[in-house]
């Protein structure tokens, strides 16, 4: 990555979220996000969908490019543990191993004060680019 913070780029989904991808920290893809009103339920608990999407993306990531493939979500689990009073969130995504051409992937979740709020593991499917 030329940047030091890039938009991800695949969808518009990732830039109507505002998730920024940065540069990768000691083997982990690192996803981040600015907690919005967007990002809220109707009183004002953030939204799980968005910790399980930074998990998602930032564990299929790491997958991904470690592998040297596409990759499709297959499971996904996450336990959320805050929910309020957080105004940036910073996923860490780690390629786990591969078996076949099933990956896996662990991550966490820290706010702004680097406190662990969710933590998410997943396997996934990967195939590989064409050469």
Known sequence: ??????????????????????????????VSVNVQEIHKDEVGHIS???YYTLLDVALGTAVS?????FTATIDLHVQIFK??????LVCKGYHVQ???NIGSGRGDVVDENGLLVATGMATFKVTKKAE
């Open 98 to 100: 591969m078996n076949g």
């Open 83 to 88: 929910q309020e009073q957080i105004s940036r």
């Open 1 to 30: 990555m030329n940047d030091k913070t890039m938009k991800i780029q695949q969808s518009t989904f990732f830039d109507h979220l505002g998730m920024k991808r940065q540069e990768n920290e000691d083997g982990a893809v690192v």
């Open 48 to 50: 799980s969908g968005l």
């Open 65 to 69: 490019e470690q592998e040297g493939g």
